[in-house]
């Protein structure tokens, strides 16, 4: 892994990921952080506010963790709406690159209400979260079965009925003032529009190291378990097992480290499933078996932009490889599966029958290493790292409580 990597990346392959959930909330966020952008930019913010909004419009409903919640968000503004506002800043204020960020998406279903929105509950409420709001209320209403230029009037129209009671007068103004821009509204239709708005908006590149990438990977781990309490602390158990075990099979501090980070981020493509088939205590269908196995395949190609991640990718995405080749979704055979690939297949299966789930209690030390073990010797675990869990199951598994503990009182500060 390169030293440095850029911040941008990692949030684009979240927010890529959340996107896949449905066709309804696709490309939404990228919608929200765009428009937000450019209203930003009319209103007269400095590049770093709008960089910053931008970043919050890519992140805003990270505390939306069902596909069912993201929906109704597209629907209304529901009571309960600041809910997933104030998760989502929770989770992510702790990295201190995304502090304010964080701020900017706590308060940002707050309406202006003839100006009392400026402050909510004593706290100042920033204008970046007026903007953000208004931002997403825009993108809400646009059809995207339709010809966008023609919808442009009618849904100028009807944010400017909300002026002063949901929106700031001002940043209404400055949103009529940008939708004269047929480009603004073309832009928004724009699949590709990611692809190259990073080197539209000229933002300055932030970059972050080994350390703070784990710190932000174990922000992302949250935000892949926490949308079930079937998995809670799966990501934050395997990334601990797989960190131990890389270290006791000899690696470096720093390949410790990126193990770390691809163990909270293996799971990434769960995001792309619906919860219903994610919760389903039971048998699988077929239809539902085959959603669960593209999972690793969307953990793939969403970090495989990344520069700097190559290594870390396919650790974290070769999980449910196996090395008799019936693994996926590649179906790679035992010499092109890598060690760090064969620990995360470890600590994945280690961590998935040793936890609690609420349908079920973990399995005993006996009847783990009996399942591993039959597992080994169908060619499907690598029997050096089995080895290795053999020597040390007692540290292991220590590991994995100690770090599924620590997730458990972040899953119950956030949810309650």
């Known amino acids: 892994m390169e030293s440095l990597i850029n911040m941008f990346d990692l949030v684009f392959c979240l927010t890529n990921t959340g996107d896949l959930i ?3 909330i696709s490309n939404h966020h990228k919608k929200v952080a765009y428009l937000a952008f450019r209203i930003a930019e009319k209103f007269g913010l400095t590049k770093e506010q709008q960089r910053e ?10 505390g939306a963790f069902s596909t069912e919640e993201r929906l109704e968000l597209l629907e209304n503004e529901t009571p309960n709406i600041n809910d997933h506002a104030f998760i989502g800043a929770k989770i992510i204020e702790g990295f201190k690159p995304l502090k304010d960020t964080a701020n900017i998406i706590r308060y940002h279903h707050i309406p202006w209400d003839d100006g009392k929105g400026r402050e909510f509950c004593g706290n100042k409420v920033p204008l970046s979260s007026h903007i953000l709001h208004l931002a997403d209320r825009i993108v809400v209403l646009i059809d995207s079965r339709q010809e966008i230029i ?31 821009y047929e480009y603004i509204w073309l832009d928004l239709m724009y699949a590709p529009l990611m692809e190259i ?24 781990a949250s935000i892949i378990d926490f949308r079930s309490p079937f998995t809670a ?8 097992v797989a960190e131990k075990l890389a270290f006791l099979c000899g690696f470096s501090e720093n390949e410790c480290k990126m193990m770390l980070i ?24 077929v239809e539902e078996f085959n959603a669960i196995r593209s999972h690793t395949f969307y953990t793939y190609r969403t970090l495989q932009v990344i520069k700097g991640f190559e290594t870390i990718n396919i650790w974290a995405s070769y999980h449910h490889e196996r090395l ?9 055979s035992a010499e092109d599966i890598p060690l760090g690939s064969r620990i995360m297949a470890f600590a994945d299966t280690f961590t998935a029958i040793t936890e ?48 599924q503990k620590r997730s458990n009182i972040k899953y119950d500060s956030i949810k309650n």
């Open 22 to 24: 449905s066709n309804e």
């Open 53 to 62: 909004i931008f970043l919050a419009g890519l992140l805003h409903d990270v």
């Open 150 to 180: 023609g919808q442009a009037k009618g849904i100028c129209e009807k944010i400017e009925s909300f002026s002063n009671s949901k929106f700031m007068p001002e940043l209404v103004d400055a949103f009529l003032s940008a939708s004269k």
């Open 197 to 220: 708005v990073p080197s539209m908006m000229n933002f300055e590149e932030e970059f972050i190291d080994l350390d703070e990438v784990i710190h932000l990977s174990e922000i992302f």
């Open 233 to 240: 602390n799966h990501s934050s158990g395997v990334a601990a």
């Open 262 to 285: 691809a163990g909270y981020l293996h799971d990434l493509g769960k995001l792309a499933i619906n919860n219903e088939i994610l919760e389903k205590p039971g048998k699988l269908e």
């Open 324 to 332: 008799n080749g019936k693994g996926y979704p590649f179906h790679l």
């Open 356 to 403: 609690d789930r609420p349908y079920r209690k973990g399995m005993e030390k006996e009847r783990v290493l009996k399942v591993i073990e039959n597992l080994v010797n169908n060619n499907s675990l690598c029997p050096y790292v089995f080895s290795i869990l053999m020597e040390n199951f007692d540290l292991l598994d220590a590991a994995r409580t100690q770090a």
